[in-house]
T-cell receptor, first 116, second 114 residues
Framework: AQKITQTQPGMFVQEKEAVTLDCTYD???????LFWYKQPSSGEMIFLIY??????QNATEGRYSLNFQKARKSANLVISASQLGDSAMYFC?????????????FGKGITLSVRP | DSGVTQTPKHLITATGQRVTLRCSPR?????VYWYQQSLDQGLQFLIQ???????AKGNILERFSAQQFPDLHSELNLSSLELGDSALYFC?????????????FGNGTRLTVT
């Protein structure tokens, strides 16, 4: 069963606008972590933001915020004030049993293109 | 710069050959992970080591093996290579072996099997 689902086709956003990248997950563990990574065309994987399943507030890191809706099992990434350098592939990932093992399971990714 | 160093950046080899990919984790990180990224399979977890011991195994083929040395660097050995093994291989490290610890990735080794 697919644990992380990213179904949006390639996304486009105008520079300086906000964009939401969708992610849904599936787990029976009460304790888990959700991560977003960015992969530019150069290939490296860049950690953006983390949300723990027990965190009461949505995570924020600069222009990145995570819209965590636990009942819906969704963890959408919101990028505010998009920049040309945000054009990249974005991956949602999950770790289960957050107390024991931090192996990450990744979704298929979403391509974001920022238009000038 | 994530602080994770992978060598070589690119590797081109023939089918049937054996290669070794090397990874130096971030200073202070005890846990090392290997991932394979291909167009059809996406990012697949291969194996994890924590302080020298194997901690978790994923979709790693029997032709592949890895180890983590006392100085915490890790090597991924790929043998009897097939065309389908062509992929981007990432090493990642984290401070501890806990689910709330982000993985920091190296820049990857791009393997091409011809």
């Amino acid at each position: 069963a697919q644990k992380i689902t990213q179904t949006q086709p390639g996304m486009f956003v105008q520079e300086k606008e906000a964009v939401t990248l969708d992610c849904t997950y599936d787990t029976s563990d009460p304790s888990y972590g959700l991560f977003w990574y960015k992969q530019p065309s150069s290939g490296e994987m860049i950690f953006l933001i983390y949300q723990g399943s027990y965190d009461q507030q949505n995570a924020t890191e600069g222009r990145y915020s995570l819209n965590f809706q636990k009942a819906r099992k969704s963890a959408n990434l919101v990028i505010s004030a998009s920049q040309l350098g945000d054009s990249a592939m974005y991956f949602c990932a999950m770790s289960e049993d957050a107390g024991a093992n931090s192996k990450l399971t990744f979704g298929k990714g979403i391509t974001l293109s920022v238009r000038p | 710069d994530s602080g994770v160093t992978q060598t070589p950046k690119h590797l081109i080899t023939a089918t049937g050959q054996r290669v070794t990919l090397r990874c130096s984790p971030r200073s202070g990180d005890l846990s090392v992970y290997w991932y394979q990224q291909s167009l059809d399979q996406g990012l697949q977890f291969l194996i994890q080591y924590y302080n020298g011991e194997e901690r978790a195994k994923g979709n790693i083929l029997e032709r592949f093996s890895a180890q983590q040395f006392p100085d915490l660097h890790s090597e991924l050995n790929l043998s009897s290579l097939e065309l389908g093994d062509s992929a981007l291989y990432f090493c990642a490290s984290s401070v501890v072996d806990r689910g709330n610890s982000p993985l920091h990735f190296g820049n990857g080794t791009r393997l091409t099997v011809t």
